[in-house]
Structures are given as structure tokens and as C-alpha cells.
């Protein structure tokens, strides 16, 4: 059974996004990326962030998103 996703997101539980190109470039945030997190944040629906880009660590990435305000 597919489910319609509308404005609401409702009925989703979990999203995992890419990094560069979805939530930043390079290292410019996306506009309207913070608040797109924060209406997933408020809806209780988990977050998980992902790269196909090796060059940084788990712990840089942690850093940069941090450094962008992203918890």
C-alpha cells in the first residue's frame, strides 16, 4: 500500500538525507534546510544524514553540521 506524503508529513516515521547538495554546499547552508529540520524535529520524525563522500570522518561531519547549527 503506497501512502500519499502531503504537507503534513504525516504517517512518516524516519527520513534520511543526503548532505552536500540537500542540506548544504560546500559550506553554505541550503536555505530553508534549518527550518525543514526543525518541522521534522517538532513531528517527532527521526532524522539521518548520510554521503557517499569519504574524505571527512564521522567526527568531522559531526563538527561541520554542528558548526552549521545542526544538531
Known amino acids: 500500500m503506497v501512502k500519499e506524503i502531503n ?6 516515521e524516519a527520513i534520511f538525507l543526503d548532505l552536500d547538495g540537500t542540506i548544504y554546499l560546500g559550506d553554505e547552508l541550503i536555505e ?8 521534522l524535529g517538532s513531528r ?8 557517499n ?9 559531526l563538527h561541520k553540521l554542528h558548526r552549521m547549527g545542526i544538531d
Open 7 to 12: 504537507e503534513s508529513l504525516n504517517g512518516i
Open 53 to 61: 563522500n569519504s574524505s571527512m570522518s564521522v567526527a568531522q561531519y
Open 32 to 39: 530553508g534546510a534549518i527550518d525543514f529540520l526543525n518541522r
Open 44 to 51: 517527532g520524525i527521526a532524522r539521518f544524514f548520510q554521503s
